[in-house]
């Protein structure tokens, strides 16, 4: 079955940086558009970014904009967040998504937390 596996979350202190991971089996993951979500306490899940299925055309929140980068390894099957100059706005449970081309299939793994101290 369909796996998306998240790593990298931590603790790490304001203007630290981080980096994810998003290992994907169980599918062909070059056809599948890459992004990344995140959820605060009580609040809604929010877009991070997204990548594209051959690795351009990256897109961001505002909020993370010359902040965050997002790029994959199709050879690895893994798509990754470098989160630079985090804030502790930036808390939050950090979940990958992966959505077929044709939009018939769509996949969430399980998170993993990011925290970031003042």
Request: charged share 15%.
């Amino acid at each position: 079955q369909v796996q998306l596996v998240e790593s990298g979350g931590g603790l790490v202190q304001a203007g630290g940086s981080l980096r994810l991971s998003c290992a994907a089996s169980g599918l062909t993951f070059s056809r599948y558009t890459m992004s990344w979500f995140r959820q605060a306490p009580g609040k809604e899940r929010e877009f991070v970014g997204t990548i594209s299925r051959s690795g351009g055309n990256p897109g961001y929140a505002d909020s993370v904009k010359g902040r965050f980068t997002i790029s994959r390894d199709n050879a690895k099957n893994t798509v990754y967040l470098q989160m630079n100059s985090l804030k502790p706005e930036d808390t939050a449970v950090y979940y990958c998504r992966a959505q077929s081309y044709t939009g018939g299939y769509d996949y969430w793994g399980q998170g993993t937390q990011v925290t970031v101290s003042s």
